[in-house]
């Protein structure tokens, strides 16, 4: 039997493995442009969680940069470079700052 090359190395994807145990009951989704200088705070999740998912327990943050550079950096940390087509996700859901300059 002929199999497709990709299904050996997504059986050992972490991601893949992760989606197979967790049940995901809803998402919220905004798409932003921005131009230089910009900056958006990400409050705790205690105070959106309760407005944006009812009910639920967690919220896992994450943002996909599609084109140029930004920063990315947990409120009190240092921040990162996430380059066009990188992810950046906050599983715990810190509180965190995206923006143009890294200060």
């Not at 992760?18 to 131009?35: E, H, M, N, P, S």
């Not at 200088?37 to 599609?66: E, F, R």
């Not at 084109?67 to 509180?95: H, L, M, N, W, Y």
Request: with cysteine; charged share 20%; glycine share 6%.
């Amino acid at each position: 039997m002929l199999r497709n090359p990709l299904d050996a190395a997504m059986a050992g994807d972490a991601l893949s493995d992760l989606l197979k145990t967790v049940r995901l009951t809803g998402a919220t989704f905004f798409d932003i442009k921005a131009q230089d200088p910009w900056a958006v705070c990400s409050p705790a999740p205690s105070s959106i969680l309760p407005k944006i998912l009812p009910g639920a327990d967690h919220l896992i943050s994450y943002h996909v940069l599609t084109s140029g550079r930004c920063f990315a950096r947990i409120i009190g940390k240092e921040a990162i470079v996430v380059e066009a087509g990188e992810v950046v996700v906050f599983t715990r859901s810190d509180p965190h700052i995206m923006s143009s300059n890294p200060d």
